[in-house]
């Protein structure tokens, strides 16, 4: 009887045993993925954002700059 009894404890544990691994991989599969959702996200939201406008004055003949106007997403800038 204490034999039996022995046997069928260490198949108690070692399917608790079982069940607790299945469970904690899953759970760390589901973070990983959550992670890999997240990092891929924010890579294309990065991609997305509008590029600065780079503005260069032009000179006239007389020596003055030419007033710069551009639009850079945010406001229209004018340099005078």
Do not use: C, Y
Not at 45 to 58: D, E, F, H
């Amino acid at each position: 009887m204490q034999r039996i009894r022995s046997i069928a404890f260490t198949v108690f544990t070692m399917l608790i045993a079982g069940a607790t691994l299945l469970f904690a991989a899953s759970l760390g599969l589901a973070l990983a993925g959550i992670a890999a959702v997240v990092v891929i996200g924010s890579m294309l939201a990065a991609r997305l954002q509008p590029k600065p406008v780079r503005a260069t004055a032009r000179r006239h003949a007389a020596g003055q700059r030419e007033p710069r106007i551009w639009n850079d997403g945010r406001g229209t800038i004018i340099d005078l």
